[in-house]
Nanobody, 116 residues
Framework: QVQLVESGGGLVQPGGSLRLSCAAS????????MSWYRQAPGKQRELVAV???????TYGDSVKGRFTISRDVAGNTMYLQMNSLKPEDTGVYYC??????????WGQGTQVTVSS
């Protein structure tokens, strides 16, 4: 069983920055894809960013140019650097990991609130 531990959420003013982390309790060689999703109140969960095992990155249209997804050298911790935050970025951010053999895991979520 893979455990995902998220951290870094909080309250920030519009235009501010936050950095989220997700640590996976699995060897990096088993990790295929790591992603961040978010869910705002009353809305469906949406994809924020993806990073593959060969470090290819994909972003949702609403965060392109403002958010950056990355992994540490060991490869089993993922980060989401969020800059120029907007009130519409508010929501619960979830870490998602797909490992090989194919199984998927979700983190518990971390709240991000952008408000003045």
């Amino acid at each position: 069983q893979v455990q995902l531990v998220e951290s870094g959420g909080g309250l920030v003013q519009p235009g501010g920055s936050l950095r989220l982390s997700c640590a996976a309790s699995v060897r990096s060689t088993s990790i295929d894809v790591m992603s961040w999703y978010r869910q705002a109140p009353g809305k469906q969960r949406e994809l924020v960013a993806v990073i593959t095992r060969d470090s290819r990155q994909t972003y949702g249209d609403s965060v392109k140019g403002r958010f950056t997804i990355s992994r540490d050298v060991a490869g089993n911790t993922m980060y989401l650097q969020m800059n120029s935050l907007k009130p519409e970025d508010t929501g619960v951010y979830y870490c998602y990991v797909q490992v090989i053999p194919i199984r998927t895991y979700w983190g518990q979520g971390t709240q991000v609130t952008v408000s003045s």
